[in-house]
């Protein structure tokens, strides 16, 4: 085999891999039970692996948040002053096979959503989706909602979640893509979806009332609550798909608010970035561009699994989320078949005539066509102590895909 | 003020009322309970009024499966015999504020939806729905259905409803048609929707496990749930449409598979029938046009308040079950704008821009432009004895669209 036919195999399997991917959410708990190496006095991050002094405004604060969660400092000036002495350990959930939206902080006692790719027998770990502290903010206020997850609703989900013995997303999946859903950050009906299934296992598992009716106001009134389910699904479906030696497909797009990375199948866990960019966008009252910080959060890996942007002409309903026309949006969705592998046989979009979902972004195709991935996206501040200003839409930096294709040629002599 | 002046003012007045509806939920209860009118002995059914020689065979195999879940007869051959003898008593749905899908056949002990239009103080009815007897099957285990909606799942929902208060039904309607419903053969989102809002109530109410769990199953597993409640909505928003002097705009279409009938408001309460004519649709396995009867139901309740196929543009995930292609399915609803007196405010479309969907169809417009009214429905068998077998659209016979004209001429000498 030449070396073209070697790279056309591997992706064949990158893609056969990405394409059966089986999720299955198993189980609702603390992050320091279930991550691999989530150590004490360590807390994961967004995007590729950045120390504390380079960090945005954003993820700064949203750890700042996470220490004083965790009752390792008072206050903020006392969780700043440990995150400089470098008495907290910082490292990105990607190397965890977790994944965060936003800053995307997870810290040991906060719960996360464990889900396992059934096809492949490895799981992947997401946390809790809210609008502030994951944006920077570290007030009572937003800490209180990561103490309502932690004490109340995650607690109720393990539960109901233990009796029914794990629940299915695939059925989920491909009914909300029929819905308008996109998977990034449009989630009305895979949240409501979810939701309803959540509420036949707690009554099932015989919640006390106190607990399960919490949880049931929570379910039903966050239609973004599906977000970490999806992400822990990307991040499911794409790690077996690292490590295929030849196969120039991307595994990972995350962003930290400060760089933009990815991994791609044939080299490894290695990180090709480039400077986050800026989102453009829509913001909510009160906050113009001018505050808005750079493009962050390993959300991305929805795209990178042929969600989010990929699929955003099949949800209309987005685009007073982020601007845009139906047709801009159908689109976008076309011009990424130009840089993928293939379409996907059960993820279908009704608006484009049941097409499969556009999975398995080439390296090679985004340098040749120079067509980078579309993402969308919400924004961050650029201070620390902000909830969420905006949602928008951004490329990737085409110069990771350079990057990356210039050290395949290196690696792999081509 | 000329003619055409009044027609002008009397249409911005049905609009008025057809875009300020404000349907709640406020009950599930026995028909003969809540339905004025409805009297022992008596099954209403879809469409303008008939007699039971002309019925088509899925209403009457729908009466007699309400004959026998009455009680009135043990078996079919002994309710054919009674319906022949006149001993049941058969009148429209339409006259007595109901609505119901297909053979549309209420009988006073099965419990309905009572939807009140809380703009104008009236309460509109309509039955369960499901996928058996109301399309003509009379077998045990169809009959069992109804007999679970009225033991089961309907009490449950009225206990909850009862002590919740009501539930508005505009926010889950305006959140569905951003979401791929069109409100009258795709329900996932609505009923997906309904079904989180009921689970919270039947927590909060402290129902039994043993009705709650299956009501709440029940709910999460029927995605046409909410087509009882649109029905029901629809009615109670074009009954204060009624009795507008000098209106040319439409209130009500409904066929009961013999006559398709349309009543308009300057007209009060006559109906302008025509045959009604063969769907062109797709066909469960096993069935083909050749088993299938002529269009019915009360359903087009949905078009003649803008949903249906006049907002398939924005829905197409139905395409699977009703066939044809997105783009067509785009031109159907703006092709609806020629018909119609206006757009509604808050009833929106992402697909098409969040343009409002089109209401108010003008008799007028419809003989002029000769573009008659487009309906997506399900089929029945031509025979009694059947469950669905298949679904698709069709247009409303222009004919009954000319005779309205004409007789409204002929009242204000136009």
Chains 1, 2 share one sequence.
């Not at 309502?148 to 979640?161: C, F």
């Not at 996206?377 to 909830?387: F, L, S």
């Not at 949602?391 to 002599?413: D, H, M, T």
Request: glycine share 10%; with cysteine.
């Amino acid at each position: 085999m030449d070396i073209k036919q070697k790279i056309e195999k591997a992706n064949e399997e990158a893609v056969r891999r990405l394409t059966s991917g089986d999720p299955v959410l198993v189980d609702v708990a603390p992050a320091g039970e279930v991550i691999p190496g989530l150590e004490n006095k360590m807390i994961t991050h967004s995007g590729p692996p950045i120390e504390w002094g380079r960090m945005c405004g954003a993820q700064q604060g949203a750890i700042i948040g996470m220490v004083i969660y965790e009752g390792w400092a008072e206050g903020p000036e006392e969780a700043r002053a440990k995150l400089e002495k470098g008495e907290i350990r910082l490292e990105p959930n990607h190397h965890h096979h977790a994944v965060g939206p936003m800053a995307g902080t997870i810290s040991p006692s906060a719960p996360v959503w464990v889900v396992e790719n059934r096809a492949f027998g490895n799981r992947a770990f997401c946390r809790q989706v809210e609008g502030r502290q994951q944006f920077g903010e570290f007030s009572k206020d937003a800490l209180d909602g990561l103490r309502l997850w932690r004490d109340i609703w995650a607690p109720t989900l393990r539960e109901a979640l233990q009796k029914m013995g794990g629940l299915e997303l695939n059925p989920i999946i491909i009914q909300a893509l029929q819905m308008g859903d996109e998977l990034h950050n449009r989630h009305s009906a895979s949240s409501s979806l979810f939701a309803n299934r959540m509420a036949i296992a707690i009554s099932e598992a015989d919640v006390l009332k106190e607990r399960a009716l919490p949880t049931l106001q929570y379910l039903a009134g966050h239609n973004l609550l599906f977000l970490g389910l999806a992400m822990a699904c990307g991040k499911a479906i794409t790690d077996p798909v690292m490590d295929i030696e030849y196969s120039t497909i991307v595994t990972a797009m995350a962003r930290n608010g400060t760089d933009f990375g990815i991994r791609v199948s044939g080299l490894g866990d290695e990180w090709f970035t480039a400077p986050a960019p800026v989102v453009d966008g829509l913001f909510l009252p009160g906050y113009s561009a001018d505050d808005a910080g750079f493009d962050m959060g390993d959300s991305a890996i929805a795209e990178t699994v042929g969600w989010g942007a990929f699929t955003i002409g099949g949800a209309p309903g987005i685009l007073t989320l982020v601007g845009g026309t139906p047709e801009e949006a159908l689109e976008y969705t076309r011009e990424m078949r130009k840089i993928t592998s293939a379409t996907h046989p059960t993820y279908r979009m009704p608006a484009l005539g049941f097409a499969g979902t556009s999975v398995g972004i080439d390296i090679r195709k985004v340098v040749q066509t120079n067509v980078s991935p579309i993402i969308d996206t919400a924004i961050a501040h650029k201070d620390p102590g902000y909830p969420i200003i905006g949602a928008g839409l951004v490329r990737a930096p085409i110069e990771c895909f350079k990057q990356a294709l210039i050290a395949f040629s290196q690696k792999y002599n081509t």
